[in-house]
C-alpha cells in the first residue's frame, strides 16, 4: 500500500536523511587505500550508537532475497560486486570501485542513500564514466519526481541516460517508497514507460536508485554469503542512491550531502 506523508511528518524524516548523508560524506572522506570494508562497517556502527534515537535498518534486516539476517551497519560493495555487499576482511585497493548503501532509522523514520566512487587516485576512465552516469541518472530521475507526473516517468527518465551511453538496465532490483519501514510500495525500477503508472501526489516518498554494470545486466548472488550481489560477467558496478519527497512544486532531497554533484546539477 502506498502511503503519503503529511508536510509534519516529511520535517520529521529530514533528521534521518541527513543522517545517512553525513555518515556517507564521512566515509567518502576518511577511505583510502589499506582501508578495511570491516573498519567502514565499526564506524558506522559507532555513529548509531551515539546517535540518540537511532537505529540500523539492516543489523535484523532478513529479506526473502537475502540468506538470514544481514547482521551488518552498512552494504558495501567492490568493483564486480554491485548490491547489498556483505562487509568482510577486505583492505580496498588502490583503484578498487566501492559502493556504499546505508539505511538508519531516526525517531522512527527511515532516510536511504548510496554512493560510488573510485578509492585512491588510480581510477579506471571507464570506472569514472560509469559511476557519472547514474548520478546523471539518478538526476534526471529526481527532475521528473514532481506531482501530476507518473511513476513511469522516473523509470523512464533513468533508463534514457542508461541506454544513451550504451549500458544496460537490469530491473530485478530499483527504488522504492519509504518511511517508517524501508522498504515499501511503491517499487520503481530503473527503466520503464513515460506516462505510465502511478500519478505522483505531494508526500510520497521514495528512494531512487540507479545501479548499472559495466558490460551486462545479469547478475548472480554471492553464494558464500548469500547476500552480495554481483556481475555475471564479473565487471564492475556502481550504484547512487536518494531519498526524497514529492511536493507541490520541487521535490525535497532528503538525504543530500555536502558537495553532492548530483544536487547541484539539479539547481534547487
Not at 553525513?22 to 567502514?40: A, C, F, Q, V, Y
Not at 534515537?53 to 535484523?60: E, I, L, N, T
Request: hydrophobic residues 40%.
Amino acid at each position: 500500500m502506498i502511503e503519503l506523508k503529511t508536510p509534519e511528518e516529511i520535517n520529521e524524516m529530514r533528521p534521518a536523511g541527513k543522517f545517512v548523508g553525513d555518515i556517507l560524506s564521512e566515509l567518502r572522506k576518511m577511505t583510502h587505500p589499506g582501508t578495511n570494508l570491516l573498519e567502514i562497517d565499526d564506524y558506522v556502527r559507532q555513529r548509531i550508537d551515539a546517535r540518540p534515537g537511532a537505529a540500523s535498518c539492516y543489523v535484523d534486516y532478513a529479506p526473502d532475497f537475502g540468506t538470514g539476517p544481514f547482521r551488518h551497519y552498512i552494504c558495501a560493495s567492490v568493483n564486480d560486486a554491485v548490491l547489498h555487499g556483505m562487509p568482510y576482511d577486505y583492505a580496498l585497493r588502490d583503484g578498487d570501485l566501492l559502493s556504499l548503501d546505508l539505511a538508519i532509522t531516526v525517531d522512527g523514520w527511515v532516510g536511504d542513500s548510496a554512493i560510488s566512487f573510485v578509492v585512491g587516485n588510480d581510477a579506471d576512465p571507464e570506472d569514472l564514466r560509469l559511476i557519472q552516469t547514474t548520478r546523471d541518472a539518478l538526476a534526471a530521475g529526481i527532475r521528473v519526481a514532481r506531482a501530476g507526473n507518473r511513476l513511469g516517468d522516473i523509470s523512464a527518465a533513468v533508463g534514457a541516460v542508461a541506454h544513451e551511453r550504451g549500458y544496460m538496465v537490469n530491473l530485478e532490483f530499483g527504488g522504492h517508497g519509504l518511511g517508517r519501514i524501508m522498504h515499501g510500495d511503491p517499487f520503481i525500477p530503473n527503466d520503464g514507460k513515460a506516462h505510465h503508472g502511478y500519478r505522483l501526489r505531494p508526500g510520497l516518498v521514495i528512494a531512487i536508485e540507479p545501479w548499472l554494470l559495466r558490460t551486462t545486466d545479469e547478475i548472480v548472488q554471492d553464494q558464500r554469503d548469500g547476500w552480495t550481489i554481483r556481475s555475471a560477467d564479473g565487471s564492475r558496478g556502481a550504484h547512487t542512491e536518494h531519498t526524497l519527497a514529492i511536493t507541490d512544486g520541487d521535490p525535497i532531497i532528503l538525504t543530500a550531502r555536502e558537495h553532492d554533484e548530483t544536487v547541484a546539477a539539479l539547481g534547487f
